[in-house]
């Protein structure tokens, strides 16, 4: 069973800076996109960033500018370095790993989430 294990959540100020970590117990081949989701209370799990296997990552406009999404030389853990935060990315964190192979399918893992607190 693949585990995606995440770290680095915690209560910051405004302004101030996290990194996330997520790391799998196992390598991914082929096709992929790992990506951070957030989700509060009563709302939708939504993306934040992402990044696949040919490196291009995209982001929310909400983060854009802000937030980073990196890989490690491995490719089995995922980062996500946060500065400038603000009371509204309290959230807590999760991360995913979607695999594709051929013929077409996909397999989708989670991680526990951690808890992001912006707060003075």
């Known amino acids: 069973q693949v585990q995606l294990v995440e770290s680095g959540g915690g209560l910051v100020q405004p302004g101030g800076s996290l990194r996330l970590s997520c790391t799998a117990s196992?390598?991914?081949?082929?096709?992929?996109?790992w990506a951070w989701f957030r989700e509060v209370p009563g709302k939708e799990r939504e993306p934040v960033a992402a990044?696949?296997?040919?490196?291009?990552?995209d982001y929310d406009d909400s983060v854009k500018g802000r937030f980073t999404i990196s890989m490690d030389n491995a490719k089995t853990t995922m980062y996500l370095e946060m500065k400038n935060l603000k009371p509204e990315d309290t959230s807590a964190y999760y991360c995913?790993?979607?695999?594709?192979?051929?013929?077409?399918?996909?397999?989708?893992?989670w991680g526990q989430g951690t808890q992001v607190i912006v707060s003075s």
């Open positions: 196992e390598r991914f081949d082929g096709r992929y996109v």
């Open positions: 995913n790993v979607k695999v594709f192979k051929t013929p077409p399918t996909m397999a989708e893992y």
């Open positions: 990044i696949s296997s040919n490196g291009s990552a």
